[in-house]
Structures are given as C-alpha cells and as structure tokens.
C-alpha cells in the first residue's frame, strides 16, 4: 500500500535517535498511543486529530514509512494522563511519574521551546495535552525494510 498524497504527515519527536526509537516501535506495534500537547496544535494552526483519520508517519530521514489510523483522542490535563496511556506509548516507562519526567525533559528541551518560539516554555499539571491513540494500517517499507 502506498500513501495517497493527500494524508497529513505525523513526526514524531525530532530528527534522530528519539525518532528512529518510535518509528520503530510503531513499526513492530509496540506503540499504539502518544502524547502532544494542546500548545504545540494551536502554535503549528493544526487541528487536533481525530478518530478515523490517517496519517503516513515519516522516519528521521523524511521517508513514509507507515500508515497509522487514530482509534481515539482525549484532551486531559498533564496530571490526568494514565498508566495505561503510558504503557500503550511503548516507550518502557514503568510508572506515570518516569513517563512524565521523561516527556518533560523532551518538552523543555532547547529544540521543542525552539519549535514553540518560546524560550521559557513549561509544562504543569493544567497543561493540557493530546492523548491520541491509533493503529498500525501499513508497514510502507517493502520487504527489504522489514
């Protein structure tokens, strides 16, 4: 299956080794959920996803390399995320709190405050996030990919 030109890109992370991590974690079906935040949809103009969509998630070198389909999407305060949308990103947080810490380390980040064109930007209990959980449509890497 190849991607129909008009299904919207999803990146996740940056460029590099957090990138290639999910990529593959999608790609063996390890990750079935992530997390944006609400500020990050509203500074790019994007809407939010919703459930049914598709979208053709592209690796660190910006090559389609899957079709994923959104199953469900809640938008819930930092503080509200559970253990299950944890486990369900597949990134091997054993607790809410390792999850948190790690998610903000990455959204406090030079690059994220970068993409926000915000210097100082923090994230707290009240942020609201994105809880966005979907499913593997397409492997697009061919045989010799897999």
Aim: without cysteine.
């Amino acid at each position: 299956m190849r991607p129909a030109p008009d299904l919207p890109r999803v990146e996740f992370a940056f460029p590099g080794p957090l990138r290639d991590r999910l990529v593959a974690a999608v790609l063996d079906g390890t990750k079935t959920s992530t997390t944006g935040l609400v500020a990050d949809y509203e500074h790019e103009g994007e809407p939010l996803p919703r459930a049914g969509e598709r979208s053709v998630v592209v690796d660190s070198d910006d090559r389609p390399v899957a079709v994923i389909e959104t199953t469900d999407v809640r938008v819930v305060p930092l503080s509200d995320v559970d253990f299950a949308h944890v486990v369900d990103e597949g990134e091997g947080d054993a607790s809410v709190a390792e999850w948190r810490a790690n998610h903000e380390s990455f959204w406090h980040s030079t690059d994220m405050r970068a993409a926000l064109e915000e210097p100082d930007f923090t994230v707290d209990d009240s942020t609201l996030t994105v809880l966005q959980r979907f499913r593997l449509v397409a492997d697009l890497r061919g045989p010799a990919g897999r």
